[in-house]
T-cell receptor, first 117, second 116 residues
Framework: GAVVSQHPSWVICKSGTSVKIECRSLDFQATTMFWYRQFPKQSLMLMATSNEGSKATYEQGVEKDKFLINHASLTLSTLTVTSAHPEDSSFYIC?????????????FGPGTRLTVL | GQQLNQSPQSMFIQEGEDVSMNCTSSSIFNTWLWYKQDPGEGPVLLIALYKAGELTSNGRLTAQFGITRKDSFLNISASIPSDVGIYFC????????????????FGQGTILTVHP
C-alpha cells in the first residue's frame, strides 16, 4: 500500500530556533502534499497545500514566512518552522496524494511531535 | 467555509457492542472518508465513499454516503478493544470529471473507548 514517512517523529527545540520536518512518499509519486497541525484533543487543521515545483498555498491565518514549505521532488516535501516559540508546539502531520491514483486519495504520515521550550 | 459536525464527541462502550457515529455538513461533498487515529499516530483511512447513497463495508465497519451528499455515518459491529481510538470523518470536493480534487475538511472526531 501507499506509505508516507515523516522525519523526525519527535523533536524538542529551544525557543527561537528553526526546525525542519520531512515528509516522504515511499512507494508512489506525489505532486501534491498537505501539511496539517493538530493540537491535543482537536481535529486536524490544514496549514498549507504543497505542490511539486511551485509555491505552496497557505490557509487563512497561517504565516507563510514562519512555516516555510518546499516540495522539490515528487517524493519529498519539507516544512520548516522558523523562529519557533512554545505556541508552535503541536503535532504536525503530512499527507500525500498519489499522482497515479484516480480518486485523489490522501495518505497520511505518522506525524511529528514538536515541543518548543 | 465548510463545516463538518461529527457526533457523538465520545463514546464509552462494552466489548461486543455495536457503535454508530455520523457527520453532517452545511454543504455537499463529492467524497466522504472515514479515518481512525491512534494516539501519537497519523490518521489511517478506513473507508472511502464516492457516490451518494453508496454503502460500503470493510470487515466489521460499514459506512454510507448520504443521499443529500451532506452526511455520512460509520457503524462498527461487535467492537473489540483494539477499536479504541479517534475516528474522523472528512469530506472532499472534486470536479465533475473527477480529475481535480479539493482539500479535505475534517470533522471534530469521535473518541471511542471500549471496555473489555
Amino acid at each position: 500500500g501507499a506509505v508516507v514517512s515523516q522525519h523526525p517523529s519527535w523533536v524538542i527545540c529551544k525557543s527561537g530556533t528553526s526546525v525542519k520536518i520531512e515528509c516522504r512518499s515511499l512507494d508512489f509519486q506525489a505532486t501534491t502534499m498537505f501539511w496539517y497541525r493538530q493540537f491535543p484533543k482537536q481535529s486536524l487543521m490544514l496549514m498549507a497545500t504543497s505542490n511539486e515545483g511551485s509555491k505552496a498555498t497557505y490557509e487563512q491565518g497561517v504565516e507563510k514566512d514562519k512555516f516555510l514549505i518546499n516540495h522539490a521532488s515528487l517524493t519529498l516535501s519539507t516544512l520548516t518552522v522558523t523562529s519557533a516559540h512554545p505556541e508552535d508546539s503541536s503535532f504536525y502531520i503530512c499527507s500525500a496524494r498519489d499522482a497515479g491514483g484516480t480518486k485523489g486519495t490522501q495518505y497520511f504520515g505518522p506525524g511529528t511531535r514538536l515541543t518548543v521550550l | 467555509g465548510q463545516q463538518l459536525n461529527q457526533s457523538p464527541q465520545s463514546m464509552f462502550i462494552q466489548e461486543g457492542e455495536d457503535v454508530s457515529m455520523n457527520c453532517t455538513s452545511s454543504s455537499i461533498f463529492n467524497t466522504w472518508l472515514w479515518y481512525k487515529q491512534d494516539p501519537g499516530e497519523g490518521p489511517v483511512l478506513l473507508i472511502a465513499l464516492y457516490k451518494a447513497g453508496e454503502l460500503t463495508s470493510n470487515g466489521r465497519l460499514t459506512a454510507q454516503f448520504g443521499i443529500t451528499r451532506k452526511d455520512s455515518f460509520l457503524n462498527i459491529s461487535a467492537s473489540i478493544p483494539s477499536d479504541v481510538g479517534i475516528y474522523f470523518c472528512a469530506g472532499q470536493l472534486s470536479n465533475a470529471g473527477g480529475t481535480s480534487y479539493g482539500k479535505l475538511t475534517f470533522g471534530q472526531g469521535t473518541i471511542l473507548t471500549v471496555h473489555p
